[in-house]
């Protein structure tokens, strides 16, 4: 259906040319043909959600840790800590 609404576009926008401009006439035709395939085209699709993303560690893990809950203050560290190692195996 949309490829014979295409064709005969095609075929309507020639035949406006040559009622525009006679020097077009060349372009008239009778019929239009095209190769479709029924075959469909195979995309490789890549599942973004199965990538695992890396990015460069930008920070260097010293900082105060000036938190008075102890909790908190464990997190924080924790935190720090795998900053520093992150960084580590940049380096290495």
Do not use: P, W
């Amino acid at each position: 259906m949309e490829f014979n609404y295409k064709s005969n576009l095609i075929k309507s926008i020639l035949k406006k040319m040559i009622e525009i401009n006679q020097q077009c006439i060349f372009m008239k035709s009778l019929e239009i043909r095209a190769f479709v395939t029924n075959k469909k085209e195979i995309k490789e699709i890549s599942d973004s959600k199965n990538q695992k993303l890396t990015y460069k560690e930008r920070a260097d893990g010293d900082f105060n840790n000036k938190t008075q809950n102890e909790e908190l203050h464990k997190v924080i560290e924790d935190i720090k800590l795998a900053i520093k190692q992150n960084k580590q195996h940049e380096i290495s």
